[in-house]
């Protein structure tokens, strides 16, 4: 490719070009990294918060105080309103700007280039754009959280009409408004994002580099940028419906209401149109947030059993099938609407099929660990947990999306339960995995992997401690977003379970400084890193030990090989870089024909 | 004082670990291998670990399974709910199943296959046979998992029986009202704008069909083996209906009227004996948030025998304050006229 243009003498960098308005993939993935780790920190004390309550609802507690303030904390006690603030506003980082915006964002961002061998995005105005609206978006979530009447409390769904009318509870004020806007540049962060990730992915691979030799990752980043491009929008849409009912006196999803005293003017709307547009883009989310993980468990895995990532053609095809049917599955969220039950049958049929591509995928990866040659870095320990975790997320998803057994269980716990562990467990364990995996390529150092191996097992061990009972508690009938579970005698012998979970819930918090510790240390103090720390075979591994504008001082590499040739016959070493060419009669690609 | 004592302890014990990580570094290099490098030792000890961890994840499965069988719902109150349990026994069985097998594989491989001196891996790139197998099987279950969910979904939302008794359920914000169809099993029309302090539900008094109407809260009785059909409504924003022993739960949506129906097969005075709990009793709550009280909107149902049933709807149907409705004027002067007609 064309690419010398890049790698012309750049003008003197200061530090405003260099470190903030940053035109460079790496800087821009670190700084998405960097906004992501601060917005999780304070995604997950909101969760530690609201779970005291939730283990001993009612009782005093000092730092709910002093982190809430008299308004919201009134002598420790966590006010019911803010308790809803909480758990939407966790809901809606974690979804959003930490498994969304930071997942794809850092990782997207730094793997692309290095991986197809481009010099860099191919836009890279765009790409900065795109991170500063992430940023502004940020800014407004967390803004709102210190409005008059709290930040949106409806839930990270936000269903109309309780988010549409200030009158159904205080966070639907202010608060709701910044939502919206928050969210809506959001969303054109996620745009732009994608949209330069496709374009770089299709157009700017290096020579050799076919398709069928992209790392998996790639071919994640890829599917998951495309769905993105294609329900983002309608979400946008949905929002801007919702700030025209609000602000502007429109109904398109509010009819026949009656409240505050008086009946509302509009009508002929509907509360199920927002459901509908909501999870068009809802439901292709967890796959959005789903997929780069599980690229990054696939290059990983493959990495460290020292083994080709086994079926490599079946991996891209499942993940075609995932993208595919996560567009026509939305409705499984909306089975107690009163939706027509024939709709629901095609829902719960289509559905269902996902699990076909999934359990693909893990029993490809199982068998790629079989006759491996495990080597437990702290990345591969996570890739692991992301594997585990994916199949007992999502085997208990086979049961919601069962329309007639989705009926008892619907908004209960064991939902909250089920997108924890296949949702939120999964992709936090591939966030880790790759921030375990390519810090030497980020910040040129090593991680501390004593440090790493004990966060992994405590945060493995109280994640399951954490959301493994709480399937018991939605089985026993327990809504979700209950300020506390007292005002029901059929509930009272299930408080143990609660504080079970907080126990765990603290102990997985706690777990994280040591991740924040090994992380900020090992960016200034660790072991400087070879170029090839764990004898990889892709292209980031290629470039020189310093960030240098055009990531390869002379020629693009040219890609010989697949990138998955690891221990394979008749090698002096267990790995084979793409760069190297195929022998005399050398089949590549692992013998696929 | 104890903040200070508290912040001390804090520093120290960042101090101690990075003192620490610094040890280990320099014990690292002494021993002339990078801290990076991971040795058979980490592998030996993580892979031990997984397999602890297979264990032990097994065992607290295991051990919630047996502590918390007894708390979680009693057996299904309804018809249907009695079907929707077996499907979940029989789905929850594969899904285990499928649960354990996978997970040993897992951590066993994890544990097994773990890098060391004498071990190499095996270049096993792919095998169409295999991923056929595990193409196909998983297929296979997923469409008997289909084909024995549609069958129940299709019998729950099949349309109810005309002679089923028929109840509106009305939430608002934070609370629920009971409209009973009365003697004609039709519910009057009713609209928001007619919601008023004395008339909470906007029921249209012109419309003949309400006049025998009745209008519960607190607690509404069901009678049992009797197929009650609900309509629902909501007055301000989503509410869910759920009704957990009964296994039902339907969205109450302003602007629209949703449907659900079941059949109670026990009552209330048997499932106390059923659950060793004389204070046990059947609730409808809401399972959409809704607003600040959210975790607080409630109601009891009671299902009663066919007698004790009868008895308690008579008894609020005298209690209800009678209000002269329109319609009825209009109906007994056209009667009147009639007769004088005669």
């Known amino acids: ?21 940053s035109l460079d993939h790496k800087m821009i993935s670190k700084q998405y990294l960097l906004t992501a780790i601060v917005m999780a920190v304070i995604a997950m004390t909101m969760s530690v918060l609201f779970r005291l309550q939730l283990a001993w609802p009612g009782e005093k507690f000092q730092i709910i105080q002093a982190l809430l303030g008299d308004k919201w904390g009134k002598d420790g006690v966590l006010d019911p309103n803010m308790y809803l603030g909480l758990v939407t506003i966790h809901g809606t980082i974690m979804v959003f700007f930490v498994l969304t915006g930071g997942l794809s964002g850092t990782f997207s961002n730094l793997l692309i280039p290095y991986q197809v061998g481009a010099r860099d995005m191919a836009s890279g105005f765009l790409n900065m754009l795109s991170y500063w609206f992430f940023f502004l978006s940020s800014v407004i979530m967390l803004g709102s959280l210190f ?17 549409a009318l200030p009158q159904a509870m205080p966070g639907s004020g202010l608060g709701m408004t910044l939502w919206l806007v928050s969210m809506s540049f959001f969303i054109v962060s996620a745009l732009l ?6 374009i770089t992915i299709l157009n700017l691979r290096t020579k050799g580099m076919s398709m069928t030799r992209l790392p998996l990752t790639i071919w994640s980043f890829l599917l998951t940028a495309i769905i993105g491009v294609l329900s983002f929008p309608v979400l946008l849409a949905a929002c801007l419906l919702l700030i025209m009912d609000r ?14 005293g008086q009946a509302l003017e509009q009508s002929g709307g509907s509360p199920v149109l927002f459901q509908h547009l909501f999870w068009f883009l809802g439901h292709p989310e967890v796959y959005i947030v789903m997929l780069p993980a599980l690229g990054i468990t696939s290059e990983i895995i493959a990495v460290n059993s020292r083994k080709p990532i086994f079926g490599y053609k079946a991996m891209i095809g499942s993940m075609l099938a995932i ?46 660990l079989w006759k491996g040659n495990i080597r437990f870095t702290p990345a591969m320990l996570f890739a692991i947990g992301l594997v585990s975790t994916f199949i007992s997320g999502g085997l208990t998803g086979i049961i919601l999306a069962d329309s007639a057994l989705d009926i008892p269980l619907h908004d209960t716990l064991f939902v909250v339960a089920h997108f924890h562990i296949v949702m939120g467990l999964s992709a936090i364990f591939g966030m880790f995995a790759g921030v375990y995996h390519w810090f030497p390529k980020m910040y040129l150092r090593m991680m501390n992997k004593k440090l790493g191996y004990a966060h992994f097992w405590l945060t493995f061990i109280s994640a399951y401690g954490m959301f493994f009972p709480m399937h018991f508690l939605g089985l026993a009938g327990l809504p979700r977003r209950y300020y506390a579970n007292t005002s029901f005698p059929m509930f009272d012998n299930l408080v143990d379970i609660s504080q079970l979970m907080t126990f765990f819930a603290i102990l997985g918090a706690l777990a994280q400084i040591i991740f924040l510790f090994n992380f900020f240390y090992s960016m200034y103090r660790g072991p400087k890193a070879v170029q090839n720390p764990w004898k990889s075979n892709t292209l980031e591994w290629t470039t020189p030990m310093a960030h240098t504008h055009g990531n390869w001082p002379g020629a693009l590499p040219v890609v010989q090989r697949w990138p998955y040739d690891y221990s394979k016959p008749g090698k002096a070493e267990d790995f084979v870089p793409q760069t190297i060419p195929l022998e005399k009669d050398e089949v590549d690609g692992g013998g696929y024909h | 004082m104890i903040q200070f004592l508290v912040s001390i302890v804090v520093i120290l014990s960042a101090i101690l670990i990075v003192q620490l990580v610094k040890f280990f570094e320099l014990l690292a290099h002494l021993k002339g291998q990078g801290a990076d490098d991971i040795n058979e030792k980490d592998n030996k000890m993580n892979a031990r670990l997984m397999m602890l961890f297979l264990i032990g994840f097994f065992a607290f499965f295991f051990w919630m399974l047996v502590t918390y069988k007894d708390k979680l719902l009693p057996v299904a109150a309804s018809e249907h709910g009695a079907i929707t349990d077996w499907l979940f026994n029989f789905n929850m069985l594969i899904l285990i199943i499928t649960f354990a097998f996978t997970h040993i594989l897992l951590f066993y491989f994890a544990f097994k296959y773990y890098s060391r001196k004498d071990n190499t891996a095996v270049y096993f790139p792919h095998n169409n046979k295999l991923e056929m197998i595990w193409t196909v099987i998983p297929a296979i279950v997923l469409i008997v998992i289909i084909m024995f969910g549609l069958k129940t979904w299709n019998k729950i939302t099949e349309p109810p029986k005309t002679e089923s008794l028929l109840i509106e359920l009305y939430a608002k914000q934070f609370d629920w009202t009971a409209r009973y169809a009365g003697k004609d099993n039709k519910l009057g029309k009713s609209s928001f704008r007619l919601i008023t302090n004395t008339n909470p539900l906007g029921v249209d008094s012109t419309d003949i069909k309400a006049a025998d109407d009745i209008i519960i809260k607190g607690e509404f009785h069901i009678p049992v083996k009797k197929e009650v059909a609900f309509d629902f409504r909501s007055q301000d924003v989503i509410h869910s209906a759920f009704m957990p022993h009964f296994r039902a739960q339907m969205n109450c949506v302003p602007g629209m009227v949703t449907m659900f129906h079941f059949t109670p097969t026990i009552t209330t005075s048997e499932m106390r004996k059923i659950t060793n709990n004389p204070a046990f009793d059947y609730i409808l709550l809401c399972s959409k948030v809704c607003g600040s009280a959210h975790f607080n909107m ?11 049933y009868k008895k308690w709807l ?25 007769v004088i007609k005669q």
């Open chain 1, 1 to 21: 490719m064309e690419n010398q243009h890049h790698h012309e003498t750049h003008s003197k960098e200061t530090f405003i070009s260099k470190y903030i308005f």
């Open chain 1, 147 to 163: 409005v008059q009447g709290g930040p949106a409390s409806g839930g990270w769904t936000i269903y109309p009409p309780l988010s």
């Open chain 1, 193 to 198: 994002g994608g949209l330069n990730y496709i």
């Open chain 1, 247 to 260: 602000s502007f006196g429109t109904s398109f999803y509010l009819s026949d209401i009656f409240i505050g």
């Open chain 1, 323 to 368: 993208a595919f049917l996560s567009f026509i599955v939305w409705g499984h969220h909306m089975f107690v609407t009163g939706m027509s039950p024939f709709l629901g049958s095609v829902f719960v049929f289509t559905t269902l099929l996902i699990a076909i591509p999934s359990a693909v995928k893990v029993f490809n990866y199982i068998t790629t």
């Open chain 2, 298 to 308: 409630q109601m009891t149902i009671v299902v009663d025998t066919e007698s004790d």
């Open chain 2, 314 to 338: 008579a008894e609020q149907q005298s209690k209800t304050f009678k209000q002269p409705l329109i319609a009825e004027i209009k109906k007994e002067n056209t009667d009147t006229l009639a």
